[in-house]
C-alpha cells in the first residue's frame, strides 16, 4: 500500500526555521513530483512547493518563496522542507503529495498522477 508520512512540524517562535521530512513507503518516491501543501483552519488546501523527480525543478508559491526550500533523496524515498523565517501566518497543517498545484506571480504549475498519494499532514505552529 502507498503511503507518505510527514514529520517535523511543531510549535517555533516566529523568526524560527523547521524541517519537514515526507517519507514514502510502498512505492518508489523517484517516480513522481512531490507537492507540498498547507491547509489553514477551516481554510482550503493549498499548493506551495513542487520538486520534480529528478529535483531539478523547484517551484514556489510567492507566499514561500525564498523562505523555504525543498529538497529530495530519492534513495531514502524521502523529501524534505527546509522552513525558515517562519510567521504566524504560516501556521497550518502541512501535507506532502505525489501532486502539485501551485499560482504564483509567474501563472499555474499542475502534477496530477495516476496515482495521488497524501501524508496525514504534520502540524505547524508559529506563535510566541
Known amino acids: 500500500q502507498e503511503r507518505l508520512v510527514e514529520s517535523g512540524g511543531g510549535l517555533v517562535q516566529p523568526g524560527g526555521s523547521l524541517r519537514l521530512s515526507c517519507v514514502a513507503s510502498g512505492f518508489s518516491l523517484e517516480k513522481y513530483a512531490v507537492g507540498w501543501f498547507r491547509q489553514f483552519p477551516g481554510g482550503e488546501r493549498e499548493g506551495i512547493v513542487c520538486?520534480?523527480?529528478?529535483?531539478?525543478?523547484?517551484t514556489y508559491a510567492d507566499s514561500v518563496k525564498d523562505r523555504f526550500t525543498i529538497s529530495r533523496d530519492n534513495v531514502h524515498n524521502t523529501v524534505h522542507l527546509q522552513m525558515a523565517s517562519l510567521e504566524p501566518e504560516d501556521t497550518a497543517v502541512y501535507f506532502c503529495?505525489?501532486?502539485?498545484?501551485?499560482?504564483?506571480?509567474?501563472?499555474?504549475?499542475?502534477?496530477?498522477?495516476?496515482?495521488?498519494?497524501w501524508g496525514q499532514g504534520t502540524q505547524v505552529t508559529a506563535s510566541s
Open positions: 520538486i520534480t523527480e529528478d529535483g531539478e525543478v523547484k
Open positions: 503529495s505525489t501532486k502539485c498545484s501551485i499560482k504564483n506571480s509567474l501563472g499555474s504549475y499542475e502534477v496530477t498522477p495516476h496515482t495521488i498519494v
